[in-house]
């Protein structure tokens, strides 16, 4: 078992930055994969960036130069930091983990990108 919660949204202007924190508590040595995913209002859930356990990275085409996802193995937190925020960058961010085949969900976090 592995719980997840995820810290650092908040409203912010566009051209700004962000930096999302998620802190997984249980089972994390097991965890292999984390990833970000983000839903916007009235769209599906997609994925932002992906990180596996030795640091290997894959991006989502619009995170691609503006976003960084990172990992912190010791204390089992992934980041994401997020630059030049757009109003298309607003919605709920997730923390995602992968353990033994089967995958965990924080509770999301809300992010705003609006003057």
């Known amino acids: 078992q592995v719980q997840l919660e995820e810290l650092g949204g908040t409203l912010v202007q566009p051209g700004g930055s962000l930096r999302l924190s998620c802190a997984a508590a249980g089972e994390t040595a097991r965890i292999t994969d984390m990833t970000w995913y983000r839903q916007a209002p009235g769209r599906q859930r997609e994925s932002v960036a992906i990180?596996?356990?030795?640091?290997?990275?894959r991006y989502a085409d619009f995170a691609k130069g503006r976003f960084t996802i990172s990992r912190d193995n010791i204390k089992q937190w992934i980041f994401l930091q997020m630059n030049r925020l757009t109003p298309d960058d607003t919605g709920v961010y997730y923390c995602h983990a992968l353990l033994d085949g089967k995958g965990y969900w924080g509770q999301g976090t809300q992010v705003t990108v609006s003057s």
């Open positions: 990180i596996s356990k030795e640091g290997i990275t």
